[in-house]
């Protein structure tokens, strides 16, 4: 299952990961949303906006993401939020909230379009698997490992 991942996420699941590329976090904006259809932004362009992200410990990079905005973006109110659930992406366009999320989900919502965040972390994105993946995932994976792109 492709998806985000960090070494605590592994180890309380107990499972494994094929790394397949560094994820960044895009902002989710609802349609109607003075930002909505813009490209990249900044922090400092966000002031005064409810930004809703997926609550602490998901993944590490949601959580240093949402300390780093809190300790140097006073202004920003990050609140969190069920993890990618429609009802959320509803109640977040009703209130015209935008959704911090991956560029590899930002097809969550008809209404909403991503605009990238200069932000200072990545995270990995990647396949996770069992700790000991049978012969034919195994197999999958190196197919997918021979596909990827090499530095």
């Known amino acids: ?5 960090d070494p605590p996420f592994l180890k309380r699941y107990g499972c494994a990961a094929l790394f397949c590329e560094e994820a960044r976090l895009v ?5 109607g949303h003075p930002l ?3 490209g990249e932004l900044t922090p400092d362009e966000l002031k005064g906006s409810v930004l809703r992200m997926p609550g602490p410990g998901l993944c590490e990079l949601f959580d240093r993401t949402a300390a780093f905005l809190r ?3 006073p202004q920003l109110q ?8 429609l009802e959320a992406y509803n109640d977040a366009f009703s209130r015209q909230e935008p959704i911090f999320t ?3 989900w930002s097809l969550d919502h008809p209404l909403f379009k991503t605009a990238a965040v200069s932000l200072p972390y990545t995270g990995s994105f990647g396949l996770i ?8 995932v195994e197999s999958f994976l190196k197919a ?3 596909l990827r792109k090499k530095p």
Do not use: C, W
């Not at 902002?27 to 349609?31: F, H, K, M, Q, T």
């Open 144 to 146: 997918v490992s021979g």
């Open 1 to 5: 299952m492709p998806r985000l991942y």
């Open 78 to 85: 990050v609140t969190d939020m069920p993890f990618r659930s």
């Open 129 to 136: 698997h069992a700790l000991k993946p049978s012969g034919a």
């Open 102 to 104: 991956l560029r590899q």
């Open 27 to 31: 902002l989710a904006i609802p349609e």
């Open 36 to 38: 909505y259809g813009r």
């Open 71 to 73: 300790e140097n973006y």
